[in-house]
């Protein structure tokens, strides 16, 4: 049990304005990464830097690409095994069509209780929280037992280099649970999706639209394709339910290219044509098994589409060489992830929801991948994912996140690092 004066010191401790203060100042920093125009991660993390310096925290700074770093910012509370990270990620996405806002995108306005801006949400707005809790516990001088380490790290939203350096360097060794800063709305998440990610190109034989007999279209295959993949689907669903956390399993075609590049004309049938699929997948699914069915995909369309084409042209009394082609590039790879709920991370999340929203906490799991996806999965470090912001605002036009969320979600961040460090309860 750990005394409510201690609570309360702690959450004395929490700064509301520099939350708000921070937030602001990391909103107004253009962090998408677009090398064209000039723009990365670089600036917004030596602000964070310079924040937690002048703060007395232990700062580090590894370059992982040009004008990508990470900031490893750590406080050793006092003797103990027990060390927890905080993760929140610097880059956001690309703002898209200006003229659709409402609000500056890297305006950080406030109205009505909300700040609007790119990564008020996702994910600057929880990067400032989870930093003025680690000030906060700090600042506060209750004794404590371990470390608290804030991975504040680059390129979470495309391929995730940020992490896998964090973790190359030897930053998550000692780690023994995490907790992943990023809009949940208040929920608590022991569970996240993973991923299998597949290009598909077919193979056929450029002509002209009005002689269509005298190429082979790929267009039979690529409806083969998308017609496989649902059943691929349906069998997840039929075999494995629904996750009650996470949902359904889920094999969605996402791109579709026909040619796969360069201009598309109407009285052209492109000789190439290309399929993103984008495979979301929950506990029980094994992503071997995965992979070598969206193979075996290729050759069940391969075989199909040329018996068919066979058929025809012996109906037509046609000659010509029935030779689709259809190749499959696995792109990533993301697992699952799940943690326990009698772990001592999601343990330190419940106490501190209870504590600071005075009501029973709700679980729940993430639909995509974070960067904790690979902390649980390569370093077996447990995570939990929360924070301020509605799950469904992230890369939308006009971003927000509700302010006083934000502060209850500072608070719970601190009171959890209370929680999972206090010498007794651990």
């Known amino acids: 049990m750990i005394p409510d004066e201690l609570v309360k010191k702690v959450l004395d401790k929490v700064d509301h304005a520099a939350l708000l203060k921070l937030t602001t100042e990391l909103v107004k920093i253009n ?135 964090f973790i190359e360097r030897g930053h ?3 780690v023994t649970g995490a907790i992943i800063c ?19 190109s077919i193979y056929g034989r450029m002509s002209h639209g009005a002689m269509p007999l005298s190429g082979l279209n790929t267009a039979p295959a690529l409806a083969e394709l998308i017609t496989g993949l649902h059943r691929l689907e349906q069998d997840a669903v039929r075999q494995l339910g629904k996750d009650r956390h996470l949902g359904w399993p889920s094999f969605t075609p996402t791109v579709i290219q026909a040619p796969s590049g360069g201009a598309a004309q109407l009285n052209v ?34 075989d199909k589409v040329n ?20 190749d499959v590039e696995f792109l990533t790879d993301r697992p699952c992830t799940k943690t326990a709920q009698d772990d001592p991370v999601v343990g330190a999340a419940s106490w501190a929801t209870r504590k600071v929203l005075n009501a029973e906490p709700v679980y729940a799991g993430v639909p995509g991948a974070t960067d904790g996806t690979f902390l649980w999965a390569l370093k077996d470090i447990p995570i939990v994912t929360m924070g301020a912001g509605d799950r469904q605002v992230p890369h939308q036009v006009d971003e927000w996140v509700d302010l006083n969320q934000l502060k209850e979600t500072a608070d719970t961040y601190a009171l959890a690092a209370l929680h ?7």
């Open 307 to 326: 018996k068919d084409y066979e058929a025809y042209d012996r109906q037509l009394n046609l000659h010509r060489k029935h030779d689709i082609r259809v």
């Open 182 to 200: 990023e809009p949940q709305d208040g929920l608590i998440c022991t569970s996240q999706k993973g991923a299998v990610r597949a290009g598909y």
């Open 172 to 174: 998550a060794d000692d």
């Open 269 to 302: 049938m492109p000789g190439e044509s290309r399929v993103l699929v984008d495979v979301r997948t929950i506990p029980g699914q094994n992503h071997d098994h995965i992979r070598k069915d969206l193979t075996d995909l290729t050759t069940e369309v391969e």
């Open 31 to 165: 962090s998408v990464w677009d090398p064209a125009a000039g723009t990365s991660e670089q600036e917004a993390a030596e602000h964070v830097a310079r924040w937690a310096e002048a703060r007395g925290f232990s700062v580090q700074m590894d370059q992982v690409a040009a004008g990508r770093p990470n900031v490893i910012v750590t406080w050793d509370a006092g003797p103990g095994r027990r060390k927890l990270m905080f993760e929140g990620h610097t880059d956001v996405v690309t703002p898209g069509d200006l003229e659709a806002w409402h609000y500056n995108p890297f305006g950080a306005e406030i109205k009505e209780g909300r700040m609007y801006g790119r990564g008020t949400n996702d994910t600057k707005g929880n990067l400032a929280a989870m930093l003025v809790a680690m000030d906060a516990v700090k600042q506060s001088g209750v004794p404590l037992a371990g470390s608290i380490v804030g991975g504040v790290l680059c390129d979470e939203e495309d391929l995730m280099l940020g992490v896998h350096d």
């Open 420 to 426: 999972y460090l206090y010498p007794v309860v651990a």
